[in-house]
């Protein structure tokens, strides 16, 4: 399954709480009205602590993570670029955010959980960049294989990960990976933080986290709480 994920800064001048508010009430209202849209989570942004890993922070700073799901990469196209709401929502983005990029993902669920789990979990949502000696085929075949290995760690209540296959560093224009370096975007969810935190420090947690380093040029994790507009 294809999902759209927008990274979002708000803009300086804008406090916190109230651009959480215009993005859900206002912004999310306008959104999920876009034509073809199947489902629309949003996360906004808690905490920037990496949280019981060992591993360099990426330059990454956002405030809230989008993510829509259409049947096809057309339908997805089409609602944000040539539909009846699509100038309104570029105008409405210029209001409220800063910065706005967006990567289309492969998503891959790993270990499922249901939204009456979801709403009871806690989420970290980290964007990963590959090594530069390693290729886009090299970071697929070595992060199914890290897939397999999360699955063993204690603790972890569910996980998706997202492969990246198209990036707009400028909503609208595609560019490539030198533009927009994030390679895949890892989706936990844990009972609480001290469940997160045992479970990378378990053996089996180790032993991820070491596989990490032989793929992964870094690692920069959010937590988030997430939201379902549609």
């Known amino acids: 399954m294809n999902v759209r994920i927008g990274l979002i800064r708000k803009k300086t001048d804008w406090a916190f709480d109230a651009f959480d508010a215009y993005w859900r009430?206002?912004?999310?209202?306008?959104?999920?009205?876009a034509p073809g849209l199947r489902e629309y989570w949003q996360n906004l942004v808690?905490?920037?602590?990496q949280r019981g890993i060992d591993f360099e922070r990426g330059p990454?700073?956002?405030?809230?993570?989008?993510?829509?799901?259409?049947?096809?990469?057309?339908?997805?196209?089409?609602?944000?670029?040539?539909?009846a709401i699509a100038e309104d929502l570029v105008r409405d983005e210029h209001?409220?955010?800063?910065?706005?990029?967006?990567?289309?993902?492969?998503?891959?669920?790993?270990i499922p959980l249901t939204d009456h789990e979801r709403a009871r979990n806690l989420k970290r949502i980290s964007l990963l960049r590959r090594l530069p000696t390693l290729s886009e085929e090299d970071f697929k075949r070595e992060w199914?294989?890290?897939?397999?290995?999360?699955?063993?760690?204690?603790?972890?209540?569910?996980?998706?990960?997202?492969?990246?296959?198209a990036r707009e560093r400028d909503k609208g224009t595609p560019c490539d990976h030198d533009a927009l370096p994030?390679?895949?975007?890892?989706?936990?969810?844990?009972k609480d933080e001290?469940?997160?935190?045992?479970?990378?420090?378990?053996?089996?947690?180790?032993?991820?986290?070491a596989h990490a380093k032989t793929f992964l040029g870094d690692i920069t994790a959010f937590l988030v709480a997430e939201r379902r507009i549609i």
């Open 144 to 165: 199914r294989i890290h897939g397999e290995l999360v699955k063993k760690m204690p603790g972890v209540s569910g996980y998706r990960q997202n492969v990246v296959i």
């Open 25 to 33: 009430d206002s912004h999310g209202a306008l959104a999920a009205r």
């Open 60 to 83: 990454w700073d956002f405030d809230g993570f989008s993510q829509l799901w259409f049947d096809d990469v057309q339908q997805s196209a089409f609602a944000f670029g040539n539909s």
């Open 182 to 190: 994030i390679d895949g975007i890892v989706e936990l969810w844990f």
């Open 95 to 110: 209001h409220f955010l800063g910065d706005l990029h967006i990567v289309t993902a492969q998503q891959s669920v790993v």
């Open 46 to 49: 808690v905490d920037r602590e």
């Open 194 to 209: 001290q469940t997160l935190q045992d479970a990378f420090a378990s053996s089996a947690g180790q032993t991820t986290m």
